[in-house]
């Protein structure tokens, strides 16, 4: 979602501040939220509108979204995620996705891409180094026997009405997201504790930082000496803690696909 549109000679003085820090940022991380992804269209949580706004049979995204919930009515979730995320090929990898990838290939982000997004955009836009904080709707494994499967097996089913089940053993399959009440991946974790505390810039996109400990990341940046750079359409609870902020991400990524080039 876009922000306040800065005015020009505004804006263009902070992203000429904003440039000396990359280009001089040995180590740069970036951290993506729902918002990078509402410029594909697709729906955020928290911003005005967003998921959370909105009950879905008189429950709350946040119940439906619980791992008991899910085992207990996964007819439910599948019915609220068919329209979520189960037609993802719909949408389209945007410019900051693009200018990530890019970015990527000239060695400018050396610490990685961590998202709270499930979207798998940034691969699509030819990322490699992503490392999904809570989980991709690209894969589901059964809860039984563990078999594997992939978003393009599941998706159609989903879209038919049904609960997806195990060819092997007919359990319930999941989709290999990070629910209410799971813990996040441990391994991902980690990379992303090293990769925060070690860079000299953070790149904060997207996201309201309200969801920890994913959104605690940044701070471990700001208190190794780092910077934090934040663009997002509302202010956060960190603005304070960085160098920089931005409020309209197209904006942004449009003037810094152009200095990258």
Known sequence: M????EKDDVFEKKFSEFLKILFSSGKTAVFTGAGVSTLSGIPDFRGTG?????????????EILSIDYFYSHPDIFYRWAESVWYHLEDYEPNIVHRTLAQMEGKGMLSSGIFTQNIDFMHQ????????ELHGSARSAYCI???AYYTYDQIAPIIRKGEVPLCKSCGSLIKPDIVFYG????????????????????ALVLGSS???????????????????VVIVNAQPTNQD????????????????LALNIK
Request: proline content about 4%.
């Open 144 to 146: 039984n026997c563990n």
């Open 240 to 255: 304070k803690d960085a160098v920089l902020t931005f409020s309209d991400l197209q904006q942004f990524f449009r003037a």
């Open 182 to 201: 799971e813990n996040l991946s441990p391994d991902v974790l980690r990379r992303a504790e090293i990769a925060f505390s070690q860079a000299d810039l």
């Open 209 to 227: 930082l309200t969801v920890y400990p994913a959104a605690a990341f940044p701070q471990l940046t700001h208190y190794n000496g780092g910077k």
């Open 50 to 62: 967003g998921l959370y706004t909105h009950d879905f049979d008189g429950m709350s995204v946040e």
């Open 2 to 5: 876009s922000g306040y549109r």
């Open 124 to 131: 699509r836009a030819g990322s490699r180094k992503v490392y």
